[in-house]
């Protein structure tokens, strides 16, 4: 079984940065997909941002400009750079990992935007 950890959340306040970091068990560099996705208590698992093993990267439109995704095959992380938070932006935040049909996810961490 492929354990996610997650870190780097917390509570900060709006237009505060704050970056995520999800360190699979297994390693990245061999065409592993990596997503972070959010979640509010009562609805569903929203997708935020991917990077395939290629660098490429897509994001949702409601993150575009503020996140950015990134991977580091050598340190077998993935990162996820909040900027310009809102309190939208509040939720469980979560860490996949694909290798080809193989996925797995994080525990998920918190993250707060209040003031």
């Known amino acids: 079984q492929v354990q996610l950890v997650e870190s780097g959340g917390g509570l900060v306040q709006p237009g505060a940065s704050l970056t995520l970091s999800c360190a699979p068990s297994?390693?990245?560099?061999?065409?592993?997909?990596m997503a972070w996705y959010r979640q509010v208590p009562g609805k569903q698992r929203d997708f935020l941002a991917q990077?395939?093993?290629?660098?490429?990267?897509t994001y949702v439109d409601a993150v575009k400009g503020r996140f950015t995704i990134s991977r580091d095959n050598v340190k077998n992380t993935v990162s996820l750079q909040m900027n310009s938070l809102k309190p939208e932006d509040s939720a469980v935040y979560y860490c996949?990992?694909?290798?080809?049909?193989?996925?797995?996810w994080g525990q998920g961490t918190q993250v707060t935007v209040s003031s």
């Open positions: 996949r990992a694909r290798w080809g049909k193989e996925a797995y």
């Open positions: 297994r390693t990245i560099a061999s065409a592993a997909t």
């Open positions: 990077i395939m093993s290629n660098g490429s990267k």
